[in-house]
T-cell receptor, first 113, second 113 residues
């Protein structure tokens, strides 16, 4: 059983389009995250939700909008995609906040043409 | 703001030798220090973590040391094997649910046969 699953695995799209990435965890964790990993492999937190409540919202353009319908799901919608959005986006979950081990999904590789 | 510095950025060691990766952090409120291993094209996975109430932790060939006074922590891998080749990330976090985890910039470890 996949603990943290995100779809799609690959996303290739044109600049200006809107796209969504979905994430689900079956670990019973109460906290979920979105991370961005750029081409230099820097791993940076974007958002964190605890029991569907937004806890961390880093300085991310408001074109990025996370949504957590329940504590097992955290989706990421991106409007008006730009070239600089090309990266691998990882979803993760933990029981408690950042002070607990994080379980990552396999990532979504987003490529903007 | 909070910062985690990681050195070296690349490390090449002979198979069987030891590898050491060092990190420093800036936020004195940090209490949780995990290490993640990311193989090429894969997700980051927790390999070991340490909390501020201990100075050292060991798990088979992997050990982590923490010096809270100096705000340093290090990963030690002994008897390195080819499968240890990966990018390793250190991280630091406070101990509340609102704490965000800050990752180091990563170390690409290569094991020479």
């Amino acid at each position: 059983d996949t603990a943290v699953s995100q779809t799609p695995k690959y996303l290739v799209t044109q600049m200006g389009n809107d796209k969504s990435i979905k994430c689900e965890q079956n670990l019973g964790h109460d906290t979920m995250y979105w991370y961005k990993q750029d081409s230099k492999k820097f791993l940076k937190i974007m958002f964190s939700y605890n029991n569907k409540e937004l806890i961390i919202n880093e300085t991310v353009p408001n074109r990025f909008s996370p949504k957590s319908p329940d504590k097992a799901h955290l989706n990421l919608h991106i409007n008006s995609l730009e070239l600089g959005d090309s990266a691998v986006y990882f979803c993760a979950s933990s029981q408690g906040g950042g002070y607990q081990p994080q379980h990552f999904g396999d990532g979504t590789r987003l490529s903007i043409l | 703001g909070e910062n985690v510095e990681q050195h070296p950025s690349t490390l090449s060691v002979q198979e069987g030798d030891s590898a050491v990766i060092k990190c420093t952090y800036s936020d004195s409120a940090s209490n949780y220090f995990p290490w993640y291993k990311q193989e090429l094209g894969k997700r980051p996975q927790l390999i070991i973590d340490i909390r501020s109430n201990v100075g050292e932790k060991k798990d088979q060939r992997i050990a982590v040391t923490l010096n809270k006074t100096a705000k340093h922590f290090s990963l030690h891998i002994t008897e390195t094997q080819p499968e240890d080749s990966a990018v390793y990330f250190c991280a630091a976090s406070g101990d509340s649910s609102a704490s965000k985890i800050i990752f180091g910039s990563g170390t690409r470890l290569s094991i020479r046969p």
